[in-house]
T-cell receptor
Framework: RKEVEQDPGPFNVPEGATVAFNCTYSNSASQSFFWYRQDCRKEPKLLMSVYSSGNEDGRFTAQLNRASQYISLLIRDSKLSDSATYLC???????????FGGGTRLMVKP | GAGVSQSPRYKVAKRGQDVALRCDPISGHVSLFWYQQALGQGPEFLTY????????KSGLPSDRFFAERPEGSVSTLKIQRTQQEDSAVYLC??????????????FGSGTRLTVV
């Protein structure tokens, strides 16, 4: 079982839709969490950090539930430019490395 | 430089050939990481350097994989006797500090290795 699990999708949604991605992690020692975005044939880039209190950046809202070891990303009012793969990431200070999920592919259609 | 630079961008190797992949991290970045990303998968950790010291190589899939960072800046990932299962994108990332709670990582564009 992978340390960080995601539904691979693809999620096909129309423009303007709200879409939610979920992620679970198995290492309870993980301390920090992130969502990265990866466009086709490009490198991963940080989208946002994830906090227990929840955090919002424009149309994007991320949430962490440490008790359930569950992370979510909500995208409101989807744009065509949101089409990408979204990677759920956990960081463990002991190992000083990012552990990635397999990614969830989003395709936003006109 | 302004970002993490990797070369070559693309590499086609015949099975059994040795390859060397280069990573130029952001100047002054202490930490350097190598990841392997197979098609349709997320990046998988290979190895981690803090300056010139290789602190973790637990992700290297076999003894055919070797990485070095002799002067604490440029790093090279070497794969000996390449196999088809080595075909993947190899990503390098660097961060300024030795630890940082996972923040401040910058990835290079990767080297796409195809073994034929």
């Amino acid at each position: 079982r992978k340390e960080v699990e995601q539904d691979p999708g693809p999620f096909n949604v129309p423009e303007g839709a709200t879409v939610a991605f979920n992620c679970t992690y198995s290492n309870s020692a993980s301390q920090s969490f992130f969502w990265y975005r990866q466009d086709c044939r490009k490198e991963p880039k940080l989208l946002m950090s994830v906090y227990s209190s929840g955090n919002e950046d424009g149309r994007f809202t991320a949430q962490l539930n440490r008790a359930s070891q569950y992370i979510s990303l909500l995208i409101r009012d989807s744009k065509l430019s949101d089409s990408a793969t979204y990677l759920c990431v956990a960081f463990n200070n002991a190992g000083n490395m990012l552990t990635f999920g397999g990614g969830t592919r989003l395709m936003v259609k006109p | 430089g302004a970002g993490v630079s990797q070369s070559p961008r693309y590499k086609v190797a015949k099975r059994g050939q040795d390859v060397a992949l280069r990573c130029d991290p952001i100047s002054g970045h202490v930490s350097l990481f190598w990841y392997q990303q197979a098609l349709g998968q997320g990046p998988e950790f290979l190895t981690y350097f803090q300056n010139e010291a290789q602190l973790d190589k637990s992700g290297l899939p076999s003894d055919r994989f070797f990485a070095e960072r002799p002067e604490g800046s440029v790093s090279t990932l070497k794969i000996q006797r390449t196999q088809q299962e080595d075909s993947a994108v190899y990503l390098c990332a660097s961060s300024l500090g030795a630890t940082g709670q996972g923040h401040g990582y910058t990835f290079g564009s990767g080297t796409r290795l195809t073994v034929v």
